[in-house]
């Protein structure tokens, strides 16, 4: 165990994601310091089937986040459609009756009206802003009064010491779950082979749109008609996630945009902390209870390690092991040569 | 009636010097586009190249009576890169701002707000309408049924349409082009030259998907929105935006031009296009909120 003066004594907010009731109850147990969740309709940006909460589960959903001293956070980060704003609108006013600590936006209309209506809601910004620069940054802070920035998954951790030294918001950042290869927010690859993406609809690669196509000797994994993957015989078929796919280009077959592999930035936590970082998030709204406790309760010795001055890597590592998809992992951006 | 302008968005592809100057200069003499996006917007690392040329290609576009708008990188990252936008701060002329650090840097100056920029409905267009933006194009995903929401609900908003191009699909601080050739971003070698329309990339079996273009990504197809000039007038649009490619963009204005003044309609456009050596078929789903991929027939 090795003290560490500079970075002991501040403990970074664990936020953990909450796709049903029963996922926030079992990420508040679990000692999640924050709960984040969406409603049940086209306003976040994980509008899944069989996902969310209604407005009266969102209330009871904040009493319960209470009863453990947690806070939730509530998502309303797609982009409204024009002319039909009303929806957004609605989920801002119903995050500000519920109690919720904050909510997290992208859309400028989104928080041109919450600014305007809810002056004492805590705005976050959403990953889905992908604002990376202290200029981006600052702009959202002096224009709405935003007090959180979700860092978009395309910075080293070079990067966001930079940043943090520019800024007077908190950021956070993901450290584990899903992995976006792209800027979040800026893009379009879903809606180009669906009709349906994250900006548009809150999906990106929705399940309506994958098929499966089995020839007798390999399986095609195929979203809006463009064969994403292909599997021999035998082999454990993965979903077609668009930018996880493989391939042909330069007269080469290869996950040319990323490997189908998770974010797992949990041996990072020691720089992201010293980063300046206030919080740290897991992605996965869409996991079930069992899931969640799990990671939830790793991160929480991580982090809790963290603030006494020790190290818990191999502890955490062990915690998390069966967690990851097929066991491939990333660091993603954080370290540089990813690029 | 307002004549329906058409204007010429900025090559977002690593072409060397000489071939900027002759590409430009084919533009001023040659073609009656109105207006000109100059400056790079996909990668910092190529500006201190490009960077030499533009300031003579501004000068050439203006002596030809263009308006030129400078443009702004969509995914600024490094001091550098942070450095070109402020640079625009102060700049009178007009500027297309493809992040908000743009907005931040015009401090109420006008600006324009390109197609990186997430201005999906009326609400977002009018907060930055308060801030000094006076003209939007819209995201390429954007349906046409929303882009006329957001024009008619702003009329002092001069609306563009990406009229034409391979289609601006993401962004990414990984680049794929360094990737593609075993090579990692920060030793990238510029290898993106090698494909002036961008490197395409197939399905496993074989169908045309994508193409990328550095840290990039477009789609393969070409979309081309061919509207009549009633239907663009009806829908408030005042600019068709052509975006650069290898093949004879004159020949590609005069088709748009014919299109916006009436005297040919959507079928002999679109014939008039295919009959180009285009770097992929033509597309147009995404004007009709349905998959950006496909050809959907008026």
Same mark, same amino acid.
């Given at each position: 165990m090795q003290q560490d003066t500079t970075t002991a004594s501040r403990t970074m907010e664990l936020v953990c994601p909450a796709g049903t009731p029963a996922a926030l109850k079992a990420a508040a147990e679990a000692g999640a310091h924050s709960i984040y969740c969406g409603f049940r309709n086209e306003t976040n940006a994980r509008n899944f089937p069989g996902l969310n909460f209604s407005e009266k589960e969102l209330n009871a959903g904040v009493k319960t986040?209470?009863?453990?001293?947690?806070?939730?956070?509530?998502?309303? #980060?797609?982009?409204?459609?024009?002319?039909?704003?009303?929806?957004?609108?609605?989920?801002?006013?119903?995050?500000?009756?519920?109690?919720?600590?904050?909510?997290?936006?992208?859309?400028?209309?989104?928080?041109?009206?919450?600014?305007? #209506?809810?002056?004492?809601?805590?705005?976050?910004?959403?990953?889905?802003?992908?604002?990376?620069?202290?200029?981006?940054?600052?702009?959202?802070?002096?224009?709405?009064?935003?007090?959180?920035?979700?860092?978009?998954?395309?910075?080293?951790?070079?990067?966001?010491?930079?940043?943090?030294?520019?800024?007077?918001?908190?950021?956070?950042?993901?450290?584990?779950? /899903?992995?976006?290869?792209?800027?979040?927010?800026?893009?379009?690859?879903?809606?180009?082979?669906?009709?349906?993406?994250? #900006?548009?609809t809150g999906v990106c690669s929705p399940p309506g749109d994958v098929d499966y196509n089995d020839n007798g000797s390999t399986l095609s994994a195929r979203l809006g008609g463009f064969t994403i993957d292909c599997f021999s015989q035998g082999e454990t078929a993965g979903y077609p996630t668009l930018c996880k796919g493989r391939f042909n280009a330069q007269g080469e077959t290869s996950y040319l945009f990323e490997d189908p592999v998770s974010l797992n930035a949990a041996s990072l936590l020691p720089k992201l902390q010293k980063a300046g970082v206030t919080a740290v998030k897991i992605e996965g709204r869409q996991r079930g209870k069992a899931?969640?406790?799990?990671?939830?309760?790793?991160?929480?010795?991580?982090?809790? /390690?963290?603030?006494?001055?020790?190290?818990?890597?191999?502890?955490?590592?062990?915690?998390?092991?069966?967690?990851?998809?097929? /066991?491939?992992?990333?660091? /993603?951006?954080y370290k540089k040569i990813w690029r | 009636?307002?004549?329906?302008?058409?204007? !010429?968005?900025?090559?977002?592809?690593?072409?060397?010097?000489?071939? !900027? !100057? %002759?590409?430009?200069?084919?533009?001023?003499?040659?073609?009656?586009?109105?207006?000109?996006?100059?400056?790079?917007?996909?990668?910092?690392?190529?500006?201190?190249?490009?960077?030499?040329?533009?300031?003579?290609?501004?000068?050439?576009?203006?002596?030809?009576?263009?308006?030129?708008?400078?443009?702004?990188?969509? !995914?600024?990252?490094?001091?550098? %890169?942070?450095?070109?936008? %402020?640079?625009?701060?102060?700049? %009178?002329?007009?500027?297309?701002?493809?992040?908000?650090?743009?907005?931040?840097?015009?401090?109420g100056q006008r600006f324009v707000a390109g197609p990186f920029m997430n201005i999906y409905n009326e609400g977002a267009a009018q907060t930055l309408a308060r801030m000094g933006m006076e003209g939007v194009c819209p995201p390429v995903e954007l349906p046409l049924s929303s882009v006329e929401v957001i024009a008619k609900a702003l009329p002092e908003i001069e609306m563009e349409l990406f009229a034409f191009g391979r289609l601006p699909l993401a962004v990414s601080a990984r680049c794929y082009h360094a990737r593609a050739h075993k090579l990692h971003k920060d030793n990238c070698q510029?290898?993106?030259?090698?494909?002036?329309?961008?490197?395409?990339?197939?399905?496993?079996?074989?169908?045309?998907?994508?193409?990328?273009?550095?840290?990039?990504?477009?789609?393969?197809?070409?979309?081309?929105?061919?509207?009549?000039?009633?239907?663009?007038?009806?829908?408030?649009?005042?600019?068709?935006?052509?975006?650069?490619?290898?093949?004879?963009?004159?020949?590609?204005?005069?088709?748009?031009?014919?299109?916006?003044?009436?005297?040919?309609?959507s079928a002999e456009c679109e014939a008039q296009l295919t009959s180009l050596p285009l770097p992929g078929q033509l597309a147009n789903g995404y004007t009709k909120g349905k998959p950006g991929h496909l050809w959907v027939a008026d």
């Open positions: 986040a209470r009863r453990y001293d947690a806070d939730v956070l509530v998502a309303v #980060n797609t982009f409204g459609r024009a002319g039909d704003l009303d929806l957004w609108k609605k989920a801002v006013d119903a995050v500000s009756a519920s109690g919720a600590h904050a909510i997290i936006a992208a859309d400028l209309a989104v928080l041109d009206y919450a600014a305007e #209506n809810h002056p004492n809601l805590r705005l976050h910004l959403s990953v889905q802003a992908a604002a990376a620069t202290p200029e981006a940054v600052n702009f959202y802070a002096d224009t709405f009064g935003v007090r959180r920035v979700v860092l978009p998954r395309v910075m080293s951790v070079e990067e966001i010491v930079k940043l943090n030294k520019e800024i007077d918001v908190e950021t956070e950042v993901f450290v584990f779950g /899903g992995l976006c290869v792209m800027t979040e927010g800026r893009c379009a690859l879903s809606s180009y082979a669906t009709g349906k993406s994250p #900006n548009l899931y969640i406790s799990q990671v939830v309760k790793a991160f929480r010795t991580a982090v809790d /390690g963290l603030s006494e001055g020790r190290t818990s890597e191999a502890e955490v590592s062990a915690m998390l092991a069966s967690m990851t998809e097929g /066991g491939r992992e990333t660091t /993603g951006a | 009636m307002t004549n329906i302008e058409l204007a !010429l968005g900025p090559v977002f592809f690593n072409w060397p010097n000489e071939k !900027l !100057l %002759d590409f430009y200069a084919r533009i001023a003499d040659e073609s009656d586009i109105e207006r000109v996006y100059v400056g790079e917007v996909v990668c910092g690392k190529r500006m201190p190249f490009s960077d030499k040329v533009y300031p003579q290609i501004i000068e050439r576009l203006q002596a030809a009576g263009k308006t030129v708008v400078v443009s702004t990188l969509a !995914l600024p990252v490094t001091v550098r %890169d942070r450095k070109s936008i %402020d640079a625009l701060s102060d700049w %009178d002329g007009l500027v297309e701002v493809n992040d908000f650090s743009g907005v931040a840097a015009r401090k510029f290898i993106c030259d090698q494909d002036p329309d961008g490197m395409d990339v197939t399905t496993l079996d074989d169908q045309n998907f994508l193409a990328v273009n550095g840290i990039q990504t477009l789609s393969n197809t070409v979309h081309a929105t061919t509207l009549t000039q009633s239907e663009i007038e009806k829908k408030h649009i005042k600019r068709l935006r052509l975006s650069p490619h290898s093949v004879d963009m004159v020949s590609v204005a005069k088709t748009f031009r014919a299109l916006a003044t009436g005297r040919i309609d």
